[in-house]
């Protein structure tokens, strides 16, 4: 045994540890009533999030990795996401919040001495770095962000807490040219990548322009002062019907306010803070807001080189700053604040081309649909990424202030369907140049 190997099992303990902190805050935060509710058809019970962690981390770590007996195969099917859609799961019958607490300790006990005896310097792939480990802290930080999104969906007194986001030292706008040519997508090297972000492959982008910060509240609140949701100018056919049978009329959680607006964030209302990123808007939203801006949204391509090309070696980089672990001062990320951060608030994360706040604050809907890149072979299940890849869903990128640092690569992909707007989604704008 390496002591590379010894870095890499405390840093894999220390994560599922820093981890479950997290699951524990948001489901703790709680009394079993609303762990046990549908606070939306959008989403699963709480206490569904939490048993389902546990047991795909039985599955995989305990079961797979740790070649152990199984703890509770009776309810491998209650919590297979595959076999129950999200607004069904309130009527199964799931392990009371006791129960699920108990269950998830116990697997992780298991998960910990398997962390302590299995080979990770190679063998298997499954292994190999820790990927298994990383796949599974990975699929639980995940499942806080959803279950953020459901305590924002959650009807009741405030519970969530945390402090404001930096001010920004000075406000961000306008555009940056990105210039043409091939850059490197995807990756071959990050340890953790999951499966769609591989293989790393050449991709030409022509020049583009794209916007140094996220569209602001105050830019998207003049597209509904200009009447943009009543005009079918600027939406696709696709996305006025929607507009029209959903009644769109402002963001998700948006209420007018004399001439302003509201938002209820986590249970508190408050004027919407005009600096920050609008967020809780669809694809269909994003696409009108860019018509009728005169813009686009960018494609996933040229997101990605905006993210990560380096104009001055050529290189694709882990981040926009370089290749350096996100900190604090790079990025608004898990969960440190409960809302985005205002355009210009993090220049540190900045890429050297000058546009902010690629990572963190909100995920960014990009104009492209959800496909393997060339090469793509599914690992470990094609349930994974596989069998969502085709037209039905929309490319997000970048994270956002709910999304862990451990998920926030600069090859990240996250996807779901043009309507959804539960998620904290945002845009920013491109153009061809
Ligand atoms: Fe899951």
Redesign the pocket.
């Known amino acids: 045994m390496t002591i590379e190997t010894d870095r890499l099992r405390e840093r894999v303990a220390a994560e599922l540890l820093r981890t479950r902190d997290r699951t524990a805050l948001l489901t703790e935060a709680v009394d079993d009533g609303d762990l046990i509710r549908q606070h939306s058809p959008l989403m699963s019970p709480l206490v569904w999030d939490l048993a ?1 962690v546990g047991s ?1 981390e039985e599955l995989w770590l305990v079961r797979d990795v740790g070649g152990r007996d199984p703890l509770r195969p009776d309810i491998d099917e209650l919590y297979d ?1 595959f076999k129950h859609a999200r607004r069904d799961r309130v009527a199964l019958p799931l392990l009371t919040p006791a129960e699920a607490r108990r269950y998830v300790a116990e697997v992780r006990d298991k998960a910990l001495d398997v962390l302590d005896r299995a080979r990770i310097d190679g063998g298997r792939r499954l292994v190999t770095d820790g990927f298994a480990f990383g796949m599974i802290i990975q ?1 639980e930080q995940q ?1 806080a962000e959803t279950m953020l999104a459901t305590h924002q969906l959650r009807v009741g007194a405030p519970v969530l807490t945390a402090p404001e986001p930096p001010a920004a030292p000075s406000f961000v706008g306008g555009e940056v040219l990105v210039p043409g040519g091939p850059f490197t997508m995807g990756t071959d090297t990050e340890p953790w990548a999951l499966d769609n972000e591989r293989p790393a492959h050449q991709v030409q982008v022509p020049a583009f322009h794209i916007d140094r910060a996220a569209v602001t509240n105050a830019e998207y609140a003049a597209f509904i002062d200009a009447g943009g949701y009543d005009d079918p100018r600027w939406w696709s056919a696709a996305g006025w019907e929607h507009r029209q049978t959903a009644g769109l009329v402002a963001p998700a959680h948006w209420q007018r306010d004399g001439d302003g607006w509201v938002a209820t964030t986590f249970g508190r209302t408050a004027p919407v803070v005009r600096e920050e990123p609008v967020v809780h808007v669809c694809f269909w939203e994003a696409e009108a807001y860019a018509k009728w801006a005169g813009k686009r949204l960018p494609t996933e391509a040229e997101w990605e080189k905006a993210a990560r090309w380096d104009p001055a070696t050529g290189r694709s980089r882990r981040f926009p700053w370089g290749d350096e672990t996100p900190e604090p001062r790079h990025a608004n990320l898990g969960q440190q604040h409960l809302r985005p951060a205002p355009a210009g608030a993090y220049p540190a994360g900045a890429s050297p081309l000058g546009v902010h706040q690629l990572i963190g604050d909100v995920w960014e809907w990009t104009s492209s649909d959800f496909h393997g890149y060339p090469g793509f072979s599914a690992f470990p299940y094609r349930e994974y990424s596989e069998v969502f890849f085709g037209p039905d869903y929309k490319v997000l990128r970048g994270g956002s202030f709910g999304t862990d640092h451990n998920a926030a690569r600069g090859t990240f992909r996250n996807w779901d369907y043009p309507i959804r707007r539960q998620i904290f989604s945002g845009f920013r704008l491109a153009r061809t140049a």
């Open positions: 389902h795909q996401a699929h499942h």
